[in-house]
């Protein structure tokens, strides 16, 4: 198995044809021989969960069964020659999972995995379903643990994805190692309150949150690699 993640960067004038793409990809995606799972996703401005969006930047995440299968969506494939043709920028990340908890859509999409002992870079997918009442109580908290998060030690990227305004969000971010992502959400008094605060006043309908191993990347985000300087990873 393994999991992409996609982000292209499109001219304001092209704008209008990226939401176009929302709702045109859906069919071939729906399609496309060897993908297991899928997201079409937007972007918001501060690499966490937003209320802004960046309107330029959206994403694709999906589950190949594969690296063959995701070669030849990525080389010969609608949406792809869509990226080439209207997208300035494109970055995609290949990774393998190490463990899954949770559901998205009622599903298990990086399926029952629970690999131990990996030591390297780590990248971490949080997503959830905010309950329409939980609403206020998630948005008046995720500022400050935001900001906790891109000072914290061994923290290299993370980018704000989502399904839906508001409500279906996630972020996807990249760090030195497991432990300090560990050092991150349990070492922090304010983390463990709002980590607290979710569980006992019941914020999410639904969450998922995945380890993965980084395998390769290309492209580039705002004119720059991601990861460069950072951490190494093969080319795609």
């Keep these: ?8 960067r499109c001219r304001k004038r ?7 793409a929302m709702a045109l990809h859906r069919r071939p995606m729906k399609q496309q ?7 079409l ?5 501060h690499g966490t969960f937003s209320l802004k969006p960046d309107w ?3 994403g694709l995440l999906a589950v190949w069964d594969d690296r063959q299968a995701f070669d030849s969506f990525y080389n010969d494939s609608f949406v792809s020659r869509w990226w080439n043709r209207f997208d300035r920028e494109k970055w995609t990340i290949l990774c393998e999972p190490l463990q899954s908890h949770g559901k998205w859509e009622g ?3 990086f399926g029952d995995v629970n690999i131990q002992g990996y030591e390297g870079p780590v990248a971490i997918l949080t997503r959830a379903t905010v309950r329409l009442n939980r609403l206020k109580n998630f948005w008046n908290n995720v500022d400050e643990v935001s900001k906790l998060m891109r000072r914290s030690p061994g923290y290299i990227m993370s980018l704000g994805i989502g399904e839906r305004p508001l409500y279906r969000q996630a972020t996807f971010s990249i760090w030195n190692s497991l432990d300090d992502v560990k050092a991150f959400a349990y070492g922090s008094k304010e983390h463990s309150e709002v980590i607290r605060k979710t569980r006992d006043e019941g914020w999410y309908s639904e969450e998922l949150f995945a380890r993965f191993k980084p395998i ?3 492209g580039t ?5 991601p990861l460069k300087g950072q951490i190494k990873l093969n080319e795609l």
């Excluded at 198995?1 to 292209?8: A, K, R």
């Excluded at 092209?14 to 176009?20: E, H, M, N, Q």
């Excluded at 021989?33 to 997201?39: N, P, T």
């Design 1 to 8: 198995m393994i999991v992409s993640l996609t982000m292209v």
């Design 107 to 109: 599903k298990e999409p």
């Design 33 to 39: 021989k060897g993908c297991s799972f899928w997201q």
């Design 221 to 225: 985000l705002n004119n720059e690699d």
């Design 216 to 218: 390769a990347c290309t």
């Design 14 to 20: 092209f704008i209008p044809f990226a939401l176009l």
């Design 56 to 58: 330029q930047q959206w």
């Design 41 to 45: 996703v937007g972007s918001g401005k």
